[in-house]
């Protein structure tokens, strides 16, 4: 049985990737690591502010916190041979890049978005912009009150899925909202939009627009149980792999 231990283990996917693994025999949940100790009703774990207070090692970590935190937690799991799924979103350059050195060393699953449903979506959206090749793209995401960073990253992992399909680089052609005079829309440029409010969990739509016709690719989740089983079967899937940064599209193949 796989040993994992939960980053942020009081927030929302805290909850729901304890409550997720309860209905797993292949996969426990030991451990937590939290400022605070907030946990389901009938929950008890050792939790704990860092990963060296812990009295024993899991197996992996799966993370969903902020940036400064996964990278602290990396640290360790470098230290002590730790298998690491990685949910959190918004790291600077700085922060990919200790990523990819971390990923020389033990074996990682990052995403965006760890929901099977988004995966098959991110490659419709690269076959899709690889033939709509002179379409307008437009990427809408809506999320909760609470999320701190925009475009989403599973927004993002859309936009360099269209770059790809269409060979050039997402930094070059992307546009993050719209204000003001701005003039005509560039040709080949990928826009963003964001929408925050309530408790949207999260929506994603792609819009390919040309004249007389629309195509629209979209995923709407209503629950985070979602993005938790996708990452419990990602820590499954890394039993056993060498080193290196894989996505989910290789744990479900679509690479």
Not at 75 to 88: K, P, R
């Amino acid at each position: 049985m796989l040993k994992v231990g939960i980053v942020g283990v009081s927030g929302r996917m805290g909850h729901n990737l304890i409550e997720c693994a309860q209905g797993m025999d292949s996969i426990k949940v030991t451990c937590g690591i939290d400022r605070t100790v907030a946990l389901p009703a009938g929950e008890s774990l050792e939790v704990v502010g860092s990963v060296p207070e812990l009295s024993a090692l899991p197996d992996a970590f799966i993370d969903f916190s902020r940036p400064e935190a996964t990278l602290g937690v990396l640290q360790a799991a470098v230290g002590h041979h730790l298998m690491m799924v990685i949910g959190t979103t918004g790291f600077d350059e700085a922060g990919k890049r200790e990523i990819n050195r971390a990923a020389h060393e033990i074996p990682i699953v990052m995403a965006a978005n760890f929901s099977v449903g988004v995966n098959v979506l991110l490659a419709l959206v690269r076959r899709t912009a690889e033939i709509m090749q002179d379409a307008d793209l437009e990427i809408v995401e809506a999320h909760h009150r609470y999320k701190v960073d925009a475009p989403s990253g599973t927004a993002l992992a859309m936009g360099e899925a269209a770059a790809k399909g269409r060979g050039v680089s997402l930094k070059d052609v992307m546009v993050a909202g719209r204000d003001g005079i701005t003039g005509e829309r560039p040709y080949g440029s990928i826009g963003f939009a964001s929408v925050r409010g309530g408790d949207i969990v999260g929506d994603h739509t792609a819009m390919f627009c040309t004249d007389g016709e629309r195509v629209e690719l979209t995923h709407r989740a209503s629950s985070r149980a979602t993005f938790a089983r996708g990452a419990l079967r990602a820590a499954l899937w890394l039993e056993g792999r060498k080193p290196g940064l894989y996505s989910m599209s290789d744990v479900l193949s679509l690479s």
